[in-house]
C-alpha cells in the first residue's frame, strides 16, 4: 500500500487527533470516547475457516498461506518487491495476544504497515525488556507517527484478575490489573466490571507510555501520537478511551520522567 494512502487511513481512524490541533499533552484527550469503524481490509479475500480438528490445523494453515501467497502478490506485487528490501510502518501496535484481535485485520491495512507487540491483556511492565525494546525500536529508528495501546472486551487477563483463582507465572504478569482493581474498587462495581477495568488498563497504559522517555521527546517534538483504544470482539468496532492531562499535570511529568 503507499505510504500516503496509509497516511490517509490513518486520519480516517484518528480524525480528531490532527497533528495541527495536536498540544503537548496526551493526544488522545476529548471530552467523551467515540467508536471507530474498522475498513474493510485491503485484500478482499475472505479468510476459510481452519478444521476443528487440532491435528489438521497447522497443515491447513500452510495451505492457505500458499493460496493467499498466490492471490495477495498478484494484486500487490510491488508493495511485496517493497517490503523485501526495507518496512516503514507508521502504527506500533501494542495489543493482547488474544487470537480475537489481529491487529492488522481489524484495521484494515497490509503487511508492512502496522509494527507489534502482543502479550497477556496488553500490559506494559517497565522492567519487561520485550516490550521496551519494541517500544524504543519503533519510536526511534523505524520513527513510528502514531502508537496505539488497544484493550478489548472479554479478555481472559482482565477476567482473571477480578477472579481469585491461583494461575502460576501469570499471577505476577497480572498485578497490574490487580492493582488497578485495588485502586478502583468503587468504580468497578456492577456486571461490567470487566469492561470497566479494561478501559482503566488502557488509559493507565498511555500513562505508561508517556513516562517513556523515547516517547517523551517524540510527543514533545510532534512527531509522535499516543492512542488508547478497546477493541469490541463481538461488533469489530474499536472505540478511543480518552485520557486527561492539565498543562500542570503534563509539566509535571516532563520533571519527574524526562531524560536527555
Given at each position: 500500500m503507499p505510504r500516503t494512502s496509509l497516511t490517509a487511513r490513518i486520519k480516517r481512524l484518528f480524525s480528531s487527533q490532527s497533528a495541527s490541533s495536536q498540544k503537548p499533552?496526551?493526544?488522545d484527550q476529548t471530552s467523551s470516547a467515540?467508536?471507530?469503524?474498522?475498513?474493510?481490509?485491503a485484500a478482499k479475500e475472505s479468510a476459510k475457516p481452519l478444521p476443528k480438528m487440532p491435528g489438521d490445523a497447522y497443515q491447513a494453515a500452510l495451505e492457505h498461506n500458499a493460496e493467499w501467497c498466490t492471490s495477495f502478490t498478484k494484486s500487490h506485487g510491488e508493495l511485496m518487491a517493497n517490503l523485501a528490501k526495507t518496512q516503514h510502518p507508521e502504527i506500533l501496535w501494542i495489543g493482547c495476544a488474544d487470537s480475537?484481535?489481529?491487529?492488522?485485520?481489524?484495521?484494515?491495512?497490509?503487511p508492512g504497515d502496522v509494527f507489534v507487540h502482543r502479550n497477556i491483556a496488553n500490559l506494559l511492565h517497565p522492567g519487561d525488556l520485550s516490550s521496551q525494546a519494541v517500544i524504543e525500536y519503533a519510536?526511534?529508528?523505524l520513527k513510528v507517527k502514531h502508537i496505539i495501546l488497544c484493550g478489548h472486551t472479554g479478555c481472559g487477563g482482565v477476567a482473571a484478575s477480578l477472579g481469585g483463582a491461583s494461575l502460576g507465572v501469570l499471577d505476577a504478569w497480572l498485578m497490574p490489573l490487580r492493582l488497578l482493581r485495588e485502586k478502583f474498587a468503587s468504580e468497578l462495581t456492577g456486571d461490567d466490571q470487566a469492561?470497566?477495568?479494561?478501559?482503566i488498563s488502557v488509559k493507565e497504559g498511555v500513562k505508561n507510555l508517556l513516562h517513556n522517555g523515547n516517547v517523551i521527546k517524540a510527543v514533545e517534538a510532534k512527531n509522535l501520537v499516543v492512542h488508547g483504544v478497546i477493541y469490541d470482539v463481538g461488533t469489530g468496532k474499536l472505540k478511543e478511551i480518552h485520557t486527561s492531562e492539565t498543562e500542570e499535570e503534563r509539566k509535571k511529568r516532563l520533571e519527574y520522567y524526562q531524560v536527555s
Amino acid at each position: 500500500m503507499p505510504r500516503t494512502s496509509l497516511t490517509a487511513r490513518i486520519k480516517r481512524l484518528f480524525s480528531s487527533q490532527s497533528a495541527s490541533s495536536q498540544k503537548p499533552t496526551p493526544p488522545d484527550q476529548t471530552s467523551s470516547a467515540k467508536e471507530i469503524s474498522t475498513p474493510t481490509p485491503a485484500a478482499k479475500e475472505s479468510a476459510k475457516p481452519l478444521p476443528k480438528m487440532p491435528g489438521d490445523a497447522y497443515q491447513a494453515a500452510l495451505e492457505h498461506n500458499a493460496e493467499w501467497c498466490t492471490s495477495f502478490t498478484k494484486s500487490h506485487g510491488e508493495l511485496m518487491a517493497n517490503l523485501a528490501k526495507t518496512q516503514h510502518p507508521e502504527i506500533l501496535w501494542i495489543g493482547c495476544a488474544d487470537s480475537r484481535v489481529p491487529e492488522t485485520t481489524l484495521l484494515g491495512l497490509n503487511p508492512g504497515d502496522v509494527f507489534v507487540h502482543r502479550n497477556i491483556a496488553n500490559l506494559l511492565h517497565p522492567g519487561d525488556l520485550s516490550s521496551q525494546a519494541v517500544i524504543e525500536y519503533a519510536v526511534v529508528h523505524l520513527k513510528v507517527k502514531h502508537i496505539i495501546l488497544c484493550g478489548h472486551t472479554g479478555c481472559g487477563g482482565v477476567a482473571a484478575s477480578l477472579g481469585g483463582a491461583s494461575l502460576g507465572v501469570l499471577d505476577a504478569w497480572l498485578m497490574p490489573l490487580r492493582l488497578l482493581r485495588e485502586k478502583f474498587a468503587s468504580e468497578l462495581t456492577g456486571d461490567d466490571q470487566a469492561k470497566k477495568l479494561g478501559e482503566i488498563s488502557v488509559k493507565e497504559g498511555v500513562k505508561n507510555l508517556l513516562h517513556n522517555g523515547n516517547v517523551i521527546k517524540a510527543v514533545e517534538a510532534k512527531n509522535l501520537v499516543v492512542h488508547g483504544v478497546i477493541y469490541d470482539v463481538g461488533t469489530g468496532k474499536l472505540k478511543e478511551i480518552h485520557t486527561s492531562e492539565t498543562e500542570e499535570e503534563r509539566k509535571k511529568r516532563l520533571e519527574y520522567y524526562q531524560v536527555s
